[in-house]
């Protein structure tokens, strides 16, 4: 398969010889082609994406001044609001409702003139790590359709590792980036918390949300990164700093690079396919040049436990709001509003949803807020300092993404414990706030999550995280950007793995 990258396209557009309808009209065929199967999307819109196009065209015939991203197809993550366009969280207690409104991202995008095919599915309001929680369907990863493609942005990951579209956003609570795009052979980036603004995001953790990019290559990453992120007054959080060209900084020499690598993302419960996979991207990286450090992240092993109760307490604040008065589903015919409320939340919410609002209200409670909250906010605290340190040894920070390449479909649905697991390398750069992306680095040989079975061919992706000190993207990105130049994991498409 060969589908033209951001840069490409854009460039293409630009230089008239190729039309911004042409590449949309590509785009939703290969949509109509893989997403009965693959249930990425869950909502297309053609007619408005080719009439956006042929606005575009009409433009670029003019002369008249284009964006960064002209003609490129984008695809959202349905916890986005978009103008006009159903916003459902993959919800039932959403299910009809449109947002009057678009995200900042969106409105960015729609400025660099991006065209928008539709929106992705996702674990329903985030919550989840395979897009398995989807009140509207379950994502199918297309290396091999009987495994998870990872969550909660699995419609995003799969939708650019199909070829739908050049470019997907996400958001990143725990690893909801970076883990589909590990299992999914993509790049995903998670930006510093507060250097994209989170106004139109659907929150689940607020002080843990943000949204980013999902591409094929680091270079579209940085493309993307540019035209999405910038101050916003509209988001309390947003930092107000300036925007560097990521693209133009990508290429710097990796010898002088110093990678912090942590034993502690080495240890029990990573699959030697995936261990070996990173520890050779550590060899290119130390073949250019690069100096690789042991550093230490000594509190790594609390970070699951912390942010499952900063996380659920943040959720259980945040989705009170949904009580069947102001918008949203409603319960028919309550006896009073107590009945409301009550009927309401049950019918709309799925199991996990219940599950983290119940564990947040149960921590957030009186006489177990000291005991569970406050004390995750220290711990938190630990670990934002722990990631001081290394990074005032280190540049970036190297890992696994996740402890095993895609699992099979309802493997861990019964068993909470081990998928909030399948984010233990992740969630710290959340809690921390913290740039992190995930890049190709390899394949399992066709040995699936478990080391047997899985798909044959050259088997399921597997990802290395790297992270970046906060709001340093740019050495993030070149360190990510300067191993894609020397590999070609990031080209093999799911086509290859049969």
């Not at 959720?315 to 006896?335: K, T």
């Amino acid at each position: 398969m060969s589908v033209l990258t951001v840069r490409e396209t854009a460039s293409a557009i630009r230089g008239g010889s190729v039309t911004a309808r042409s590449v949309v009209e590509n785009a939703l065929g290969v949509m109509e082609r893989e997403d009965g199967r693959l249930r990425a999307m869950v909502c297309v819109r053609g007619d408005e994406a080719l009439l956006a196009a042929d606005a575009v065209d009409e433009r670029v015939k003019r002369g008249d001044p284009v964006g960064a991203l002209v003609g490129v197809p984008v695809v959202v993550k349905d916890n986005i609001c978009t103008s006009g366009v159903a916003t459902t969280c993959s919800s039932a207690i959403l299910r009809d409702f449109v947002p009057p409104y678009d995200a900042h991202v969106v409105e960015r995008l729609r400025a660099a003139d991006a065209i928008l095919l539709g929106k992705t599915n996702l674990d329903e309001f985030a919550m989840g790590s395979s897009t398995e929680n989807s009140a509207t369907s379950v994502t199918l990863n297309p290396w091999d359709e009987l495994r998870v493609p990872g969550g909660s942005s699995g419609g995003s990951a799969v939708a650019v590792a199909a070829g739908m579209a050049p470019v997907a956003l996400g958001s990143d609570t725990g690893g909801s980036i970076r883990q589909p795009a590990a299992f999914c052979g993509t790049v995903g980036l998670k930006p510093t918390y507060g250097r994209v603004s989170r106004y139109g995001l659907v929150a689940f953790g607020s002080s843990l949300d943000q949204i980013g990019p999902l591409t094929r290559t680091v270079e579209d990453a940085a493309i993307v990164l540019g035209a999405i992120s910038g101050y916003d007054e509209r988001d309390s959080t947003s930092a107000d700093r300036a925007v560097p060209d990521y693209a133009a900084g990508l290429d710097r020499p990796m010898k002088g690079l110093r990678i912090g690598v942590p034993p502690e993302c080495f240890g029990e419960g990573l699959s030697d396919t995936v261990r070996h996979s990173v520890e050779a991207a550590l060899d290119v990286y130390r073949g250019e040049g690069a100096e690789i450090v042991e550093v230490h992240l000594p509190h790594l092993s609390y970070a699951v436990a912390c942010y499952y109760v900063v996380a659920t307490a943040e959720a259980s604040s945040n989705l009170a709001r949904y009580d069947g008065v102001h918008y949203g589903h409603r319960a028919a015919d309550p006896e009073d509003i107590i009945d409301l409320y009550s009927r309401t939340r049950e019918e709309g919410f799925g199991d996990e949803v219940k599950r983290r609002i119940m564990l947040g209200t149960y921590v957030l409670s009186s006489g177990y807020y000291d005991a569970y909250y406050l004390k995750a906010l220290k711990v938190r605290a630990l670990i934002r300092r722990d990631f001081e340190e290394a990074f005032s040894r280190v540049d970036v920070i190297a890992s696994p993404v996740t402890p095993t390449t895609a699992f099979a479909l309802g493997e861990k649905t019964d068993d909470p414990l081990a998928m909030y697991l399948a984010d233990i390398y992740t969630i710290s750069a959340n809690l921390a706030g913290t740039c992190a992306i995930s890049l190709p680095c390899g394949f399992d040989g066709g040995g699936g999550s478990d080391g047997g079975g899985g798909s044959g061919g050259v088997g399921l992706p597997i990802g290395l995280q790297l992270i970046g000190s906060w709001f340093e993207e740019e050495a993030l990105l070149a360190a990510a950007h300067g191993y894609q130049l020397l590999t070609d994991h990031h080209e093999r498409w799911p086509s290859d793995a049969a």
